[in-house]
């Protein structure tokens, strides 16, 4: 049975999104799907989910599966969602979302307020690049 003919409600139908589509610190080339302005740094397989169900999706964590382009074969970057975007009718879940990519764009947006991101003891990564004093120490 090809997977078109199945309803849209079977998971073999859902959209899939690797956490490296929004990882600011993946090229183009290396997978990144949103633009880098819109793109959050590492991003993970549950920070997503937890989005996504907070915006009325339903989704699914596949922690076994890897991004085929993913260089590092660590725990952080295993895994991927799968999220349903249509009903069986072909009406999408949330009228405001009519693609993989604005959802995308929409969970890039919110990871940054969660908070784990924003704990007071979690360090949050600066917005621009620290310079460093370069000059001549003084003798004492």
Known sequence: ???????????????????AYMNSKRTKFEGRRIPLAKAVINPTCQEIQDILQHEGFNSKIEKNKMYPREKDREEDFLGRIRIQLKNDDGAFVNEKYKSTEAVMIRVAELIPQLKTRTASGAPVPPTAPQTQQTGKKKKR
Not at 11 to 18: D, G, L, P, Q, T
Request: net charge positive; glycine share 0%; charged share 25%.
């Open 1 to 19: 049975m090809s997977v078109k003919s199945k309803p849209y409600s079977d998971e073999a139908r859902w959209n899939v999104i690797y956490p």
